[in-house]
């Protein structure tokens, strides 16, 4: 089955203990993103992947970091969690170079909580 | 980047069609048209794309003008369970680039 998985879905962790959020898609897509969405605020892009070991920025980078080592999997981490991370964080795949000209994948969800 | 706008929110009842427009006034050439239905802590899911004029699935419409500078999601006979927030997303296949959602049209379906 085609899908993007993300661990853990639900997270409870204290300011500044680093933590990784992982994401898989075994669609053998190009273009990989991660997201936030606050009450009110939307999808907001964190970081993109257009192929391995490239990334970029999207809207809000602060305080996240990416790679991209191998083409299926694409973690987020948060060396320094402060309680403003708190949210609700989707990955998505899409095939191409552009993310935004194909249907987008997304996975379930991770909902941290930084106290 | 094209940035879009869309209605805050939109109410209907059941059975109705329900229209949700889409603003994208600097869309470029190459870029498509992609609408999104996202339920409560779920991923948004893909409804429907397009480059120009209609394009029909077997859940919803998209039109757009000549001008592309808009699009208009239509949702035939709306149900209780089409209650989502949905979000138009524009943006071409071959150039990488970040992508700007908006914050999405809320529609209540009620009976």
């Known amino acids: 089955e085609a899908q993007v998985t993300q661990n853990p879905r639900y997270l409870i962790t204290v300011t500044g203990k680093k933590l990784t959020v992982t994401c898989s898609q075994n669609m053998n897509h190009e273009y990989m993103s991660w997201y936030r969405q606050d009450p009110g605020l939307g999808l907001r892009q964190i970081y993109y992947?257009?192929?391995?070991?490239?990334?970029d920025k999207g809207d809000v980078p602060e305080g996240y970091k990416v790679s991209r080592k191998e083409k299926r999997n694409f973690p987020l981490i948060l060396e320094s969690p402060s309680p403003n991370q708190t949210s609700l964080y989707f990955c998505a795949s899409s095939p191409g170079l552009g993310g935004g000209g194909y249907e987008q994948y997304f996975g379930p969800g991770t909902r941290l909580t930084v106290t | 980047l094209a940035k879009t706008t869309q209605p805050i929110s939109m109410d209907s009842y059941e059975g109705q069609e329900v229209n949700i427009t889409c603003s994208h006034n600097?869309?470029?050439?190459?870029?498509?048209i992609t609408w999104y239905q996202q339920f409560p802590s779920q991923g948004p899911r893909f409804i429907i794309q397009g480059y120009k004029t209609k394009v029909t699935n077997e859940v919803a419409s998209l039109f757009i003008p000549a001008d592309r500078k808009s699009s208009t999601l239509s949702l035939p006979r709306v149900s209780l369970s089409d209650t989502a927030v949905y979000y138009c997303l524009v943006g071409d296949t071959g150039t990488a680039s970040k992508l700007t959602f908006g914050t999405g049209t809320r529609l209540q379906v009620t009976l």
């Open positions: 600097n869309i470029a050439t190459n870029d498509y």
């Open positions: 992947s257009m192929n391995v070991e490239v990334t």
